[in-house]
């Protein structure tokens, strides 16, 4: 944690709303305006792009990039656009957006949820104003993202109830939801993530409800400014799990299993086998073990009776078959 | 899996290509060619919608509606777009899709991965094409959803590698990049789901891997129509973890725990402490168990010393701490 986002004053701090809702008096409309206000009450300069009215383009074109390309017999968008921003070369609304992202310590995005992520108009900002060189520009990502000076917030209302976005839910976990969101954009642009302030299902809720949801963002917005990120990428997204594995991946696994190299160490073997796992897995997702491996096998030897365990020199590898398949 | 999809014969299928790329000599426009050269020589009939030639709207709009709205005082897109196509009066570039859709025993969506996800001009496509009454109605959604007389595959290009994409890679696991699409968006809408095709990082590939990259899917379309269906929602993306709590979620468990009623079973129960913990862990995710109680309560009194064990009458339930924080 850096100490600048530790007691960070509100009085002059700039915060950018993106904001994609067609109608005013929807429930992300009052979401979005009782931002500003609560925001400017506290001395903030608040700008909103309200996308809908701005009409902003979502498709990523050559229109893009003012004047010629870099290379006009084979259009590639990514390359076009980081070289024109170079340049200062990319189309006006670009620019514009740019500059609010630039001046901007939070950007709050403000949207119902579609099909499990952004709305078109809001995914077309962060296709063109998201540019490389602009917000990221390998190595400079994730954490070394080009606005990792800056805060940013997912707000927005679903379709679906709580209940239906938890990890038994029929929408599963909504961690899977806000992975692409926030690690994949906001994160891989270095932004550090507050929690995402989100309102399950209103248009099925009464209305004193949703007035509630309206003074929770009120109330949570008081004290922005001496929240602590998010940790948005916690282990558990990475760690790889045990599960049982099917016998034709067993039987897959036996046929192209090689001896581990000596000159590899043991984690170096694992993520080999892993990789090969992957290979199978992508068609049929069972994830597979790493883990404390001493630990594991240890767990298994003791409580699975069906459990197929293979020793090696270097690499002791297990997996247990799922008799009821 | 239903018998249609055992040996569905070639000739006289219909597949619709979903196409986002605006440059035709990309290695997007290459895989477009080589599946509609493929597909026509096994006599199937093809269309393509060229999104960006067509110049396709994204934008979820109340242009979205030929006439007069359904509520005019408070424009809501879901519901407006729901009745319009009940009425017959969707604009005309969605119906035309919809009639794709509509005719197609397959649709392809063929698109270089933006931002985790598609690229706005076909988020586009899914936000205003897949409209309620033509592509689900609750409670007609997933495996009864109405496009379940269908297949969809998607085929995408990423900019970063399969390492990066796997589950300890930067980027995390793909399947997290795919559940919103193959589960939010396809299998919402009944669609059987084909193994993705996926093209890791062609731009950072030699000229052969590429051309390799085009034969390996023209292969695989030779033998398209005899592949089953993949289960794009595997028990893993559901099943809730076992992970070290923080001592901060042991005391704020302790101290919100009630009783449980003697009218629940453990199942409900535990589900039951499974929100309450949510509530906690959206804010800090850490996933928290459920699994076969009996077995896991076993494993964790042989092997885990600092496990804690609450034992209520209807319901075990066992957390342990993680010393190192």
Chains 1, 2 share one sequence.
């Not at 809702?21 to 429930?27: N, T, W, Y």
């Not at 990523?60 to 010629?68: E, L």
């Not at 976990?173 to 302030?197: N, R």
């Not at 922005?224 to 790889?240: A, D, L």
Request: charged share 20%.
């Amino acid at each position: 944690m850096t100490p600048c986002f530790q007691k960070m004053a509100a009085p002059g701090r700039k915060v950018l709303i993106v904001y994609a809702h067609q109608e005013p008096k929807s429930l992300n409309g009052s979401l979005k305006n009782i931002a500003v206000e609560e925001l400017s009450k506290q001395s903030c300069s608040v700008t909103v792009s309200d996308l809908y009215s701005m009409e902003f383009e979502p498709r990523a074109t050559r229109n893009d990039i003012v004047g010629c390309l870099h290379n006009s017999e084979q259009f590639n968008y990514g390359a076009e656009s980081w070289e024109a921003y170079r340049k200062g070369c990319l189309t006006k609304d670009i620019v514009e957006e740019q500059k609010k992202v630039h001046e901007a310590d939070l950007v709050i995005f403000q949207f119902p949820l579609y099909w499990f992520s952004v709305p078109a108009i809001m995914k077309g900002w962060m296709d063109r104003v998201l540019t490389q060189g602009f917000a990221h520009n390998f190595p400079d990502c994730f954490d070394a993202g080009l606005l990792n000076n800056k805060l940013a917030l997912l707000s927005f209302t679903t379709g679906g109830n709580e209940e239906m976005y938890s990890k038994g839910g029929i929408s599963g976990d909504i961690h899977y939801v806000l992975w692409p969101m926030q690690h994949g954009i906001l994160h891989f642009c270095g932004f550090k993530v507050l929690a995402p302030q989100i309102c399950f299902s209103p248009e099925y809720e009464t209305e004193e409800k949703r007035k509630e949801m309206l003074t929770t963002w009120a109330q949570r917005l008081k004290t922005i400014w001496e929240e602590k990120p998010i940790n948005c990428t916690p282990e558990w997204y990475f760690r790889i799990l045990i599960f049982p594995l099917h016998q034709q991946e067993l039987r897959y696994l036996a046929s192209c299993r090689t001896e581990p190299s000596p000159a590899k160490t043991p984690l170096e073997s694992l993520i080999e086998l892993h990789f090969e796992l992957q290979k199978v897995t992508l068609k049929h997702p069972i994830p597979v073990i790493n883990y404390s491996l001493s630990n594991i096998v240890s767990v298994l030897l003791m409580v699975i009776p069906e459990c197929i365990i293979v020793w090696k020199k270097y690499v002791r590898v297990c997996y247990f078959t799922n008799t009821s398949q």
